[in-house]
Structure formats: structure tokens, C-alpha cells
């Protein structure tokens, strides 16, 4: 390849060959490249956040496949989401997949996890949402679940017109109609669905702000994104697609529910990026594929 990975010389040389051996993939731009290898500064920052999200989006739609559908107790699902994703564990992730060592400081554990978030940011913001999904899954997922039988299974349940409707007023045509029917049935498959939901919406609008407000810090960006998927703000979404039924005053977390397994059954249905798309237009938020031109 020509272009600015030719010019590089001394231990730069390889400790980008070293990131590109580990991540699977060449980043392009080389902005990202020298964020993630001196893994500091508002760019470092903002890639960590928005892959922190989309590493969650990710490794939750298998997560949830551990256990049959029917189990309603998520402490199995919690529990593995926490020992893949906890600062050790991602500091781990970065020794064992041969990140290059921080140079410019002595980096802790709880930084060298987050390079692992920055890494699918950054993934996300060179090439596209594709391309951050096989980043998360080559350095986390698989290795991580390697040794876990997932079921592959669809949850038994009809279909169900209230969610494939706002499925497809949000732009996605459903495929498997089981999906929808689990996520109104207020059952264990449709709690399972909205953990998925949940954090599909959170990446959704994590990938919007990183576009639409380039110079945000990331506690900025926290503070927004818990507004805007709160409970009261999805609860207004959910009366707005359909998905309540009557008048009458209802708990504003059940309500929430409804939005959250709607993402969830549209991103088991049609994939992580069917699921943003989907999570993008919930929240009102323009949807962002990457590769974006801000290299800030």
C-alpha cells in the first residue's frame, strides 16, 4: 500500500504493523492509527466512546443466545457481558491480541481496555459499520465465547402487526416473524430482546453525536445519550409508532420495554446495521454508517 504507511520509519513501523496484525484490517486514515497507538487526547476519547457502544451492540446478540429463550433470569447474560468487557478483561484482550505497548506512557489497565474500545471506534469511523463489527468480533467476541455453545434458535411466538408495523414505519421490512410476536409478548424472550434493543439504541445515537458534533467531549455526549434513551423520552416514541395500546396511564419502564424490543427483534432479524438503522430513526437521529471525514 502507498501513501503515508510508506513514509513511517523507526518503532512507528512496527507498532502499526503490530495494530494492523491484532485488529484484522488496515485503518486507512492515519489519524485514527496514531490515536490508538498513542492512546490519549479528544479523538482517543471520542473512538472509545462510540466503541464501547457498538462492542455492546455486538457481543449482546450473542449473549443472549446462551440460554433458551424461555429463561427469563438475565444474571447469566449480565454476568458474561461483564467478565468480556471490564476494563481487566479488555486489558487482557490487548496483551493477548498483540496491540503494540504504549510508547509515550505508561498506560494502565483501565486505558489499555478502553484502546480496545477506541480500536472499533475507529474501525467504525475509517470503514464503515462492517467493518466495526468484525473488529469487535475478532478481538472480543469470538475469542471470548469460544468455548460457549450458542443456541441458534428463533423464540416460539406468532407474528404480531403492532411491532413488524413500526418495524417497518422505521424502514426495516421484517423477515422472521417470530422476532416480533417474542417482543410483544411481555414474556423472558421479549426481556431478552430489549437488553439487545437497549444497547443497539445506545450505539445508534453514540454514532450520530460522533457526526453531528465533532467537538463534544464524551462526558457531553454521556449526558445527552442519557436523556434521549431515558425511559420517558422511548416512552414517547413508543406512543408515537403504535406500539401502546388504550389510553390509560402505564409504567413509563414497561413502556420503554416496548421500543427496546422492537430494536431488538429488528437487529436479531435483519443484523447489527438493520438494527441501527432501525434504533436511528426510533431517536430521531440522522443514521450514521461511517466512514465519516472528521478527524478531529
Do not use: K
Not at 16 to 33: F, I, K, N, P
Not at 133 to 152: I, K, S
Not at 153 to 159: D, H, I, L, Q, R
Not at 231 to 239: E, F, I, P, S, T
Amino acid at each position: 500500500m502507498t501513501g503515508w504507511r510508506d513514509r513511517l520509519d523507526g518503532d512507528l513501523v512496527l507498532d502499526v504493523a503490530h495494530l494492523d496484525r491484532a485488529l484484522g484490517l488496515e485503518l486507512h486514515e492515519r489519524a485514527y492509527v496514531d490515536a490508538l497507538v498513542d492512546p490519549r487526547g479528544h479523538l482517543f476519547q471520542r473512538l472509545e466512546y462510540v466503541g464501547d457502544a457498538l462492542l455492546d451492540a455486538v457481543l449482546l446478540q450473542s449473549l443472549v443466545r446462551i440460554e433458551p429463550w424461555s429463561e427469563g433470569d438475565l444474571s447469566v447474560v449480565s454476568g458474561e457481558q461483564q467478565a468480556l468487557v471490564s476494563d481487566h478483561a479488555l486489558g487482557r484482550v490487548a496483551a493477548r491480541r498483540g496491540l503494540p505497548d504504549v510508547r509515550t506512557f505508561s498506560a494502565s489497565n483501565h486505558r489499555l481496555g478502553d484502546r480496545i474500545e477506541a480500536a472499533i471506534g475507529a474501525a467504525w469511523a475509517d470503514s464503515g459499520i462492517g467493518a466495526a463489527e468484525e473488529v469487535a468480533t475478532h478481538l472480543v467476541v469470538a475469542p471470548g465465547l469460544r468455548d460457549v455453545p450458542l443456541r441458534a434458535g428463533v423464540p416460539e411466538a406468532g407474528a404480531d402487526d403492532r411491532f413488524e408495523t413500526a418495524a417497518r414505519v422505521c424502514g426495516h421490512e421484517p423477515v422472521t416473524h417470530a422476532w416480533y410476536g417474542a417482543a410483544a409478548d411481555g414474556g423472558a424472550a421479549r426481556r431478552r430482546l430489549a437488553v439487545v434493543g437497549d444497547a443497539v439504541l445506545e450505539a445508534a445515537f453514540s454514532t450520530a453525536q460522533y457526526v453531528e458534533a465533532p467537538w463534544a467531549t464524551e462526558a457531553e455526549m454521556s449526558e445527552e445519550r442519557r436523556a434521549s434513551t431515558s425511559n420517558a423520552a422511548l416512552a414517547a416514541r413508543a406512543h408515537d409508532l403504535g406500539l401502546v395500546v388504550g389510553s390509560d396511564p402505564i409504567d413509563r419502564r414497561s413502556v420503554a420495554d416496548e421500543v427496546q424490543a422492537l430494536v431488538g427483534a429488528v437487529t436479531m432479524d435483519g443484523g447489527t446495521r438493520a438494527g441501527l438503522e432501525v434504533a436511528a430513526s426510533v431517536l430521531g437521529r440522522s443514521f450514521a454508517p461511517g466512514p465519516v471525514d472528521l478527524l478531529l
